[in-house]
């Protein structure tokens, strides 16, 4: 009887509207190999999964070997666990549905598991994060280049609903007629609590107030910029943050009232600058959310990398694939 080879590593790939990185995992979430490149160059996604497809195999073949690999697992916006397939990313050049774990799965010979940018944060949290002993939780990630994603894990096992969308906390209304919305309807979460919310907060307070603010100058504004400002002391920066985490608490009070989790952890850039916002946000979550959920909920603030974070999320996705080789 041949001896079954246990493989020990996997390649993980995030995706995002600006850049692609890909990277060789060990089981123990060690990146042996990472590297990157522009998203934003390729149109066509036939092209971009060709791309994408050789550079891995040339950096496979530089560090072990195909016979290392187990699977492949991808982090992407507007991914579906259940379908493979990216669907409807509107922040993405690859319109419809794109069965983009079929395609690589058929150009590497591997298998590929793809989800979400939440749903692979929320599976790298419970792998190698905050979320580790935790059965029921809710990720919620807030990044620069996104808007706001969410995961729910109920069981110890992550819930995705019927279709594959669970968790859009995002697409929440949260102010009736408010701004209006990349999803197409108005006052969604994502509009008041992303990094692109934020700035439009900013520019509200500057039109409202009349006030002098180092952020008038600014030709391009975002979430350092605006944190730099408060550390300046700028009023109009403070107000914005302000504003943001009551936004944020209300929306999440709401959330958990409906999900009852242990905790709710929240990863991504707006996060990196979380003492401008955490106060007002933990004040509002705890007016808001159900009470006899008040105090017993958990507000965390991952402890990952946010430049590593999804790959070692999607790199955990990958171990929950059946495994799959052309190459046995």
Same mark, same amino acid.
Request: charged share 20%; proline share 2%.
């Given at each position: 009887m041949d001896e079954k080879i246990i493989k020990r590593h996997v390649v993980g790939i995030d995706i995002s509207t600006e850049l692609?990185?890909? !990277?060789?995992?060990?089981?123990?979430? *060690? #990146?042996?190999?990472?590297?990157? /490149? %522009?998203?934003?160059?390729?149109?066509?996604?036939?092209?971009?999964? %060709?791309?994408? %497809?050789?550079?891995?195999?040339?950096?496979?073949?530089?560090?072990?070997?195909?016979?290392? #690999?187990?699977?492949?697992?991808?982090?992407? =916006?507007?991914?579906? +666990?259940?379908?493979?397939?990216m669907e409807n990313a509107s922040n993405m050049p &690859?319109?419809?549905?794109? =069965?983009?774990?079929?395609?690589?799965r058929d150009r590497l010979g591997l298998a590929v598991a793809l989800g979400n940018d939440a749903h692979v $944060?929320?599976?790298?949290?419970? $792998?190698f994060g905050a979320a580790r002993g935790l059965s029921d939780f809710v990720i919620v990630s807030i990044s620069s280049h996104g808007g706001v994603g969410s995961c729910i894990y109920m069981d110890g096992r992550v819930h995705l609903g019927s279709e594959g969308f669970a968790g859009e906390f995002g697409h929440m209304c949260l102010v @009736?007629?408010?701004? @209006?919305? %990349?999803?197409?309807?108005? *006052?969604?979460?994502?509009?008041? $609590?992303s990094a692109r919310g934020l700035v439009k907060t900013v520019q509200e307070i500057m039109s409202e107030s009349g006030n002098s603010s180092i952020l008038s100058n600014s030709d391009n504004l975002s979430i350092k910029v605006i944190a730099d400002a408060c550390e300046q002391g700028d009023e109009v920066a403070i107000e914005a943050f302000?504003? $943001?985490?009551?936004?944020? *608490?209300?929306?999440?009070?709401?959330? !958990?009232?409906?999900?009852? =989790?242990? !905790?709710?952890?929240?990863? *991504?850039?707006?996060?990196?600058?979380?003492? &401008?916002?955490?106060?007002?946000?933990?004040?509002? +979550?705890q007016a808001h959310v159900f009470q006899n959920l008040r105090?017993?909920?958990?507000?965390? #603030?991952? =402890?990952?990398?946010?430049?590593?974070?999804?790959?070692?999320?999607?790199?955990?996705?990958? &171990?929950?694939?059946?495994?799959?080789?052309? /190459?046995k």
């Open positions: 692609t990185t890909y !990277a060789i995992v060990d089981i123990q979430g *060690g #990146i042996l190999a990472k590297e990157s /490149f %522009s998203t934003s160059d390729y149109s066509n996604v036939n092209e971009y999964v %060709s791309v994408l %497809s050789d550079k891995i195999v040339m950096m496979v073949e530089q560090n072990g070997g195909y016979e290392t #690999i187990r699977s492949v697992g991808v982090s992407a =916006p507007s991914g579906n +666990f259940l379908t493979g397939s &690859w319109k419809g549905h794109v =069965p983009l774990a079929a395609m690589l $944060t929320a599976v790298g949290e419970k $792998t @009736q007629n408010g701004r @209006q919305c %990349s999803c197409g309807h108005k *006052g969604c979460v994502e509009e008041y $609590t302000h504003r $943001t985490g009551q936004y944020l *608490g209300m929306a999440l009070g709401t959330y !958990a009232s409906l999900i009852d =989790p242990e !905790a709710i952890i929240l990863t *991504g850039d707006l996060v990196s600058h979380s003492k &401008w916002l955490m106060d007002d946000m933990r004040a509002s +979550f105090g017993k909920i958990d507000l965390l #603030i991952s =402890p990952l990398n946010n430049n590593e974070r999804d790959l070692l999320g999607a790199s955990a996705l990958a &171990w929950e694939v059946k495994e799959y080789s052309l /190459f």
